[in-house]
């Protein structure tokens, strides 16, 4: 069978299961992209577990958003993994926001008393640690460190060439180790 005639199917399907909520033909779509779906979002990084709720989830809207499907607008491949792809968005938006369980809330606990003196002497020590750094290499640190600049920044800012600025800055960071060990 040609391929757009293959193509034309799976859009009557759809078309059945728009109209009249056809689960035979839902059930032959499914068979035929779930785990076309699957592969497709395995393929673009998702763990097979995410890529099998994500292809149950596209599949789903399938059958539930089946009158938004327009054969004059798009294939009925082009549609279903457009709702798969989108789904995978969605999914690494979720993942990257914290949920609401997981965000700080109410005051924070007062930091053990010997906890702070531990830090307070460390910031001491690294203080006194940048002063005995030469002045070149102690400017690097501070620009990187405390300012946030890339070594790219640092370079377009002080015209040294980008290799310099990396070498200065571990030695600098050698000498720190050592003096702060």
Same mark, same amino acid.
């Given at each position: 069978?040609?391929?757009?005639?293959?193509?034309?199917?799976?859009?009557?399907?759809?078309?059945?299961?728009?109209?009249?909520?056809?689960?035979?033909?839902?059930?032959?779509?499914?068979?035929?992209?779930?785990?076309?779906?699957?592969?497709?979002?395995?393929?673009? !990084?998702?763990?097979?577990?995410?890529?099998?709720?994500?292809?149950?989830?596209?599949?789903?809207?399938?059958?539930?958003?089946?009158?938004?499907?327009?054969?004059?607008?798009?294939?009925?491949?082009?549609?279903?993994?457009?709702?798969?792809?989108?789904?995978?968005?969605?999914?690494?938006?979720?993942?990257?926001? #914290?949920? #609401?369980?997981?965000?700080?809330?109410?005051?924070?606990?007062?930091?053990?008393?010997?906890?702070?003196?531990?830090?307070?002497?460390?910031?001491?020590?690294? !203080?006194?640690?940048?002063?005995?750094?030469?002045?070149?290499?102690?400017?690097?640190?501070?620009?990187?460190?405390?300012?946030?600049?890339?070594?790219?920044?640092?370079?377009?800012?002080?015209?040294?060439?980008? !290799?310099?600025?990396?070498?200065?800055?571990?030695?600098?960071?050698?000498?720190?180790?050592?003096?702060?060990?």
């Amino acid at each position: 069978m040609p391929s757009d005639t293959v193509e034309d199917d799976w859009g009557v399907l759809i078309l059945k299961v728009r109209d009249n909520q056809d689960k035979a033909a839902f059930a032959a779509l499914f068979r035929h992209f779930a785990p076309r779906i699957k592969g497709f979002l395995m393929k673009s !990084g998702a763990s097979a577990s995410l890529a099998e709720e994500c292809a149950q989830d596209v599949m789903a809207t399938l059958w539930q958003k089946a009158h938004l499907f327009d054969p004059t607008r798009a294939s009925a491949a082009t549609w279903i993994f457009t709702i798969a792809r989108n789904r995978r968005i969605d999914a690494l938006r979720k993942s990257r926001r #914290p949920e #609401p369980e997981d965000l700080p809330w109410g005051p924070e606990a007062e930091p053990d008393q010997q906890d702070a003196l531990e830090l307070s002497q460390d910031t001491e020590r690294l !203080g006194a640690a940048l002063a005995l750094l030469p002045e070149k290499q102690r400017q690097l640190i501070e620009r990187a460190y405390f300012g946030d600049l890339t070594h790219s920044e640092i370079a377009a800012e002080t015209g040294l060439p980008l !290799g310099t600025i990396k070498s200065r800055i571990r030695l600098a960071l050698e000498r720190l180790r050592h003096k702060m060990s």
